[in-house]
């Protein structure tokens, strides 16, 4: 089955404590790319992924890190946590180089940080 | 920059039809999106419509696009109440590398 995975699903975690979350398709997507969505704030992204070895910053990046080694995977890591990165995560997949009508979201992977 | 706006809530009883209307600022995007979140659950794709069309129909949705006032309309014929969830207008942003979301219209369906 063509999907995109998220681990871990929940996630309730303390200030500073480095985390990975790890996205990963099975689709041979060129692009993925990470959302957060807030209340009242709709998603927004925070990094992106053409393809292997090229990353760049969405709209939200502060506070994040990405690498793309492989094709199928997208880990997005917070290296020194805040409760303001308290969200809900999205990883996404797309076909193309970019955006296309065939973008796959992941499950959704709910952190919080006290 | 980009910016897609919605209104907020809708509140509808089983059987009317819902219209969720959205705004949007760029009109270089080739396509435009609703995606539907249930509580708790991920972001669904409804449909898309692709910028030269005006309008778009799948079963019980209908999609309107007015390019001239960047308007867009989903349409929900005979709601019921498993519709009822949080519905997100979508576009691309200029580089084509993000989607702008809007912030997500609440849809509540009444029996």
């Known amino acids: 089955e063509a999907q995109v995975t998220q681990n871990p699903r929940y996630l309730i975690t303390v200030t500073g404590k480095k985390l990975t979350v790890t996205c990963s398709q099975n689709m041979n997507h060129e692009y993925m790319s990470w959302y957060r969505q807030d209340p009242g704030l709709g998603l927004r992204q925070i990094y992106y992924?053409?393809?292997?070895?090229?990353?760049d910053k969405g709209d939200v990046p502060e506070g994040y890190k990405v690498s793309r080694k492989e094709k199928r995977n997208f880990p997005l890591i917070l290296e020194s946590p805040s409760p303001n990165q308290t969200s809900l995560y999205f990883c996404a997949s797309s076909p193309t180089s970019g955006i296309s009508y065939e973008q796959y979201f992941g499950p959704g992977t709910r952190l919080t940080v006290t | 920059g980009e910016d897609v706006e919605q209104s907020l809530f809708l509140s509808v009883r089983e059987g009317d039809s819902s219209v969720i209307n959205c705004t949007y600022t760029d009109s270089s995007s080739t396509y435009l999106y609703w995606y539907k979140q249930e509580p708790g659950a991920g972001l669904q794709l409804l449909t898309y419509i692709f910028s030269n069309m005006d309008m778009k129909q799948d079963q019980r949705l209908t999609v309107l696009l007015n390019k001239k006032d960047k308007h867009l309309s989903l349409r929900i014929a005979d709601t019921q109440t498993g519709d009822s969830a949080i519905y997100f207008c979508a576009e691309t942003n200029q580089a084509g590398t993000a989607l702008i979301f809007g912030k997500g219209t609440t849809l509540s369906v009444s029996s």
């Open positions: 992924s053409m393809n292997v070895e090229v990353t």
